[in-house]
């Protein structure tokens, strides 16, 4: 006789043949669950078997599933910003996968930053936002629980540095994130996509003042050599900016109470540097750049009254 073994399936017991067990099991998704099916079969005495296909005695049982869910944060941050033209203005994106799937497609685009509502001047310099970290692979996907940050910059120019310098927050910028779940649907993240930053107003000047015996840009320094009567000094002033923005209408103002000539001094004029503006003898003014000069000079003819009152 044929030793048999009994098999259970949800309380029901069931005998069979051992050497003619058949046992078919599947898993399958159904929704939100995880669904086994188990069949049994087995030869009856005649050899044949117990039951015809199909119709073999079977049972389920169904494991619940959490449901997906898709979601994640991307925050945006200033890594670094200078304060002069031809520095940078670093921004990072971070993504977390706070969500049960995985996210992909990602895909993070910048037009530029602002300058107190002025658009960015030097967009040539913007670089592509690029994955500089990730916490867990290295696929450019958003593994659940993982962290990937993105990182580009954006080079001021001295237009952008002028159009914001000094101004509270005066810098903005606003990125763009996009990615798919596993279904290839759309997931919009939460967080903080737009942050502003200040450039500080750091406007300076320099003035150097000499004495020459003869016009820009000859003649030499006079120091303490004595002057006669009808000797002219041209008296050279050098402004040179020292700060981080533009200035503008830059003058000089020279004469009484703080010279102490009893003639009368000439007109201030641009004579020469490195400043946009074009000298010469009735400019008065001058737009100067960072690092740029501006020369004026003035002529002052020694009179009789000059030496009288030594």
Same mark, same amino acid.
């Given at each position: 006789?044929?030793?048999?073994?009994?098999?259970?399936?949800?309380?029901?017991?069931?005998?069979?043949?051992?050497?003619?067990?058949?046992?078919?099991?599947?898993?399958?998704?159904?929704?939100?669950?995880?669904?086994?099916?188990?069949?049994?079969?087995?030869?009856?005495?005649?050899?044949? !078997?117990?039951?015809?296909?199909?119709?073999?005695?079977?049972?389920?049982?169904?494991?619940?599933?959490?449901?997906?869910?898709?979601?994640?944060?991307?925050?945006?941050?200033?890594?670094?910003?200078?304060?002069?033209?031809?520095?940078?203005?670093?921004?990072?994106?971070?993504?977390?996968?706070?969500?049960?799937?995985?996210?992909?497609?990602?895909?993070?685009?910048?037009?530029?930053?602002?300058?107190?509502?002025?658009?960015?001047?030097?967009?040539?310099?913007?670089?592509?936002?690029?994955?500089?970290?990730?916490?867990?692979?290295?696929?450019?996907?958003?593994?659940?629980?993982?962290?990937?940050?993105?990182?580009? =910059?954006?080079?001021?120019? =001295?237009?952008?540095?002028?159009?914001?310098?000094?101004?509270?927050?005066?810098?903005?910028?606003?990125?763009?994130?996009?990615?798919?779940?596993?279904?290839?649907?759309?997931? !919009?993240?939460?967080?903080?996509?737009?942050?502003?930053?200040?450039?500080?107003?750091?406007?300076?000047?320099?003035?150097?003042?000499?004495?020459?015996?003869?016009?820009?840009?000859?003649?030499?320094?006079?120091?303490?050599?004595?002057?006669?009567?009808?000797?002219?000094?041209?008296?050279?002033?050098?402004?040179?900016?020292?700060?981080?923005?533009?200035?503008?209408?830059?003058?000089?103002?020279?004469? !009484?109470?703080?010279?102490?000539?009893?003639?009368?001094?000439?007109?201030?004029?641009?004579?020469?540097?490195?400043?946009?503006?074009?000298?010469? !003898?009735?400019?008065?003014?001058?737009?100067?750049?960072?690092?740029?000069?501006?020369?004026?000079?003035?002529?002052?003819?020694?009179?009789?009254?000059?030496?009288?009152?030594?």
């Amino acid at each position: 006789m044929k030793q048999k073994q009994i098999l259970k399936f949800s309380g029901v017991a069931w005998r069979y043949p051992m050497t003619a067990l058949v046992l078919l099991a599947q898993v399958a998704a159904a929704g939100a669950a995880i669904t086994n099916t188990a069949t049994v079969n087995g030869d009856a005495p005649d050899g044949n !078997p117990a039951y015809a296909p199909g119709s073999e005695p079977s049972d389920s049982e169904s494991v619940g599933v959490v449901t997906k869910s898709a979601s994640y944060t991307a925050n945006k941050t200033v890594a670094a910003i200078g304060d002069e033209a031809g520095e940078d203005i670093v921004y990072r994106v971070t993504l977390v996968n706070t969500g049960n799937v995985t996210i992909d497609t990602l895909s993070v685009t910048d037009p530029g930053p602002t300058f107190n509502g002025n658009a960015a001047t030097n967009l040539g310099s913007l670089t592509a936002p690029t994955i500089i970290s990730e916490s867990d692979t290295t696929d450019g996907i958003l593994q659940v629980g993982e962290t990937i940050i993105y990182e580009f =910059q954006y080079t001021m120019s =001295q237009t952008d540095v002028d159009n914001a310098a000094g101004v509270t927050n005066g810098v903005d910028n606003t990125a763009t994130v996009s990615a798919e779940d596993p279904d290839d649907v759309s997931v !919009p993240p939460t967080g903080t996509l737009t942050v502003e930053d200040t450039i500080p107003d750091n406007s300076a000047l320099t003035l150097d003042k000499s004495a020459y015996d003869d016009v820009f840009p000859g003649g030499s320094l006079i120091g303490l050599t004595q002057q006669s009567v009808g000797s002219v000094i041209y008296y050279r002033f050098t402004v040179t900016n020292t700060g981080n923005t533009t200035i503008t209408n830059a003058t000089i103002t020279d004469g !009484p109470p703080a010279f102490s000539g009893s003639g009368g001094l000439g007109t201030i004029a641009l004579v020469g540097g490195t400043t946009s503006t074009t000298p010469g !003898p009735a400019v008065t003014a001058a737009d100067i750049a960072p690092t740029e000069t501006a020369i004026f000079e003035v002529a002052y003819t020694v009179t009789q009254t000059d030496v009288d009152n030594q």
